[in-house]
C-alpha cells in the first residue's frame, strides 16, 4: 500500500513540471502533472490530490479560475492550493486567497520555503481531517443517546405498564408475548449500551489490547449459544464448520466482533433462512468468512457500513432496529488487532463478511523459534 502524499502540479511550462517533481519526489512525496487548467480539474476527479500547486498565469484558464471551480466543488474544496506566481503585486495575492488558496509561493522559488510550505499544509489538512472525524464521532455519540437509547427504554415502560395496569384483564397467552418483548427489548437495550461502552473506551484509547493465541472455534461457539434464540425466533439455521483455528488476538474483542457479525447476519436474514462461519488458512493469516442468505446490502451502501461519519442503519427482516455502530466497533477492533475486515454482497440474496488476523500457530512457532 502506498501512504505517500499525491501533489498535483498544474504548470504550463515543462521544465517547471521537471524540476517540481524532482523536489517533490526527493521529499518523500508524489506527483501528479496537469499543463492545463481543464486537464487539472479533470485529473482532480479522476484522483483526488492531497494538495494542489497551481500555477497563476496559464492559456485557456488561468490558476484564479481553475481554483474558483475547485472551491465550488463539495467534492474538492477541502484540497488545499497553493499559487505559484511571478505576480507579487498585493491585490493578486489577497484575490488568490479570497478565492480560497492556502498559501501562495514566488517564482523563482526556493525549494526549502517551497518543502516547508507544503508539509505545513500538508499537516494542516490532516489535523482539519481528524478534527472533522472527532467531530462526527461525538455526533454520532450524542444521537444515539439522544434517540436509539431512548428506544427500548420506551417499549420497557410502555410494555411494563400495560402488564401492571391490566394485569387481570390480560389473557396467558398476551402476558407471555409481553414479557417475550420485555425480553428482547432488554438484550436491545443491554447490547447498545455494551457497544456503547466498548467504542466509548477504544475512542478514548482507555481499552488495552491483549494478543494471545486463542481457539476461534470457542470464541464462535460461545456466540452461537448467546444468539440460539434469536436465530430460533425467525427458525434461521446457524452453520459452523470451524474445528480447532488457533488465532493471535485480543479474546474480548474478537468475541465482540464475531457476536456482532453473527447478530446482524440473523437482523437481516428472513424467516427460514441460514447463517454460516468459517474458516482457512491463508499463509501466515486465518481468514474468517460470515455469510447469510438475508436481503444484502446495495453497492452505494457498502461503503457507508464502516465510516462514522455517514449514518447509515438499516431495519431488519424482523424490523429489528440498530444504530450502525456495531460495524464501525467491528472494524475498529480488528484494525486493533492488526486485521482487516471486509465485506462482498449482492441485494436479495445475502451478505459475506470477511476477516483477516494473524494465525496463532505461525506466532507460536516464532516465538518457540526465538526461544
Not at 149 to 167: C, E, K, M, R, V
Not at 188 to 196: A, P, R, S
Not at 207 to 235: E, G, P
Not at 236 to 259: G, N
Request: net charge negative.
Amino acid at each position: 500500500m502506498n501512504d505517500k502524499k499525491l501533489i498535483l502540479v498544474v504548470d504550463d511550462n515543462p521544465q517547471n513540471i521537471k524540476v517540481l517533481g524532482n523536489i517533490l519526489k526527493e521529499n518523500g512525496l508524489s506527483a501528479a502533472f496537469a499543463q492545463t487548467g481543464i486537464r487539472a480539474l479533470n485529473s482532480v476527479k479522476k484522483k483526488p490530490p492531497d494538495l494542489i500547486l497551481l500555477d497563476v498565469m496559464m492559456p485557456d484558464m488561468d490558476g484564479f479560475e481553475v481554483c474558483k471551480q475547485l472551491k465550488q466543488d463539495a467534492t474538492t474544496k477541502d484540497i488545499p492550493v497553493i499559487f505559484l506566481t511571478a505576480k507579487i503585486e498585493k491585490e493578486d495575492v489577497i484575490g488568490g486567497l479570497e478565492l480560497g488558496a492556502v498559501d501562495y509561493v514566488t517564482k523563482p522559488f526556493n525549494n526549502k520555503e517551497l518543502m516547508t510550505r507544503v508539509n505545513t499544509h500538508l499537516e494542516l489538512k490532516a489535523a482539519k481531517e481528524k478534527l472533522k472525524q472527532a467531530l462526527a464521532t461525538k455526533d454520532k455519540f450524542f444521537s444515539i443517546i439522544a434517540h436509539d437509547l431512548i428506544n427500548p427504554f420506551s417499549a420497557l415502560i410502555g410494555l411494563s405498564s400495560l402488564l401492571a395496569t391490566q394485569n387481570n384483564q390480560l389473557s396467558a397467552d398476551e402476558k407471555e408475548e409481553f414479557i417475550q418483548d420485555i425480553v428482547r427489548t432488554s438484550n436491545q437495550g443491554y447490547n447498545l449500551l455494551k457497544n456503547l461502552l466498548d467504542w466509548s473506551r477504544a475512542e478514548t484509547g482507555r481499552m488495552t489490547v491483549s494478543l494471545v493465541t486463542i481457539d476461534l472455534q470457542d470464541i464462535v461457539y460461545r456466540s452461537m449459544a448467546l444468539l440460539d434464540n434469536n436465530a430460533k425466533a425467525k427458525n434461521i439455521e446457524i452453520f459452523s464448520s470451524i474445528d480447532t483455528t488457533l488465532v493471535f488476538a485480543d479474546e474480548y474483542m474478537l468475541d465482540t466482533v464475531i457476536r456482532n457479525l453473527l447478530s446482524n447476519a440473523i437482523k437481516f436474514t428472513p424467516v427460514n433462512g441460514q447463517v454460516e462461519i468459517s474458516a482457512k488458512k491463508e499463509g501466515p493469516e486465518v481468514e474468517i468468512s460470515i455469510s447469510d442468505t438475508g436481503v444484502g446490502i446495495k453497492p452505494q451502501d457498502i461503503d457507508k457500513l464502516f465510516k462514522i461519519d455517514v449514518s447509515h442503519t438499516t431495519v431488519g427482516t424482523a424490523k429489528e432496529e440498530g444504530t450502525g455502530l456495531g460495524l464501525i466497533l467491528c472494524k475498529e477492533f480488528i484494525e486493533k488487532n492488526g486485521g482487516t475486515i471486509r465485506v462482498e454482497s449482492e441485494e436479495g440474496k445475502g451478505s459475506r463478511f470477511y476477516i483477516r488476523l494473524l494465525s496463532g500457530i505461525d506466532v507460536t512457532d516464532t516465538v518457540g523459534e526465538k526461544e
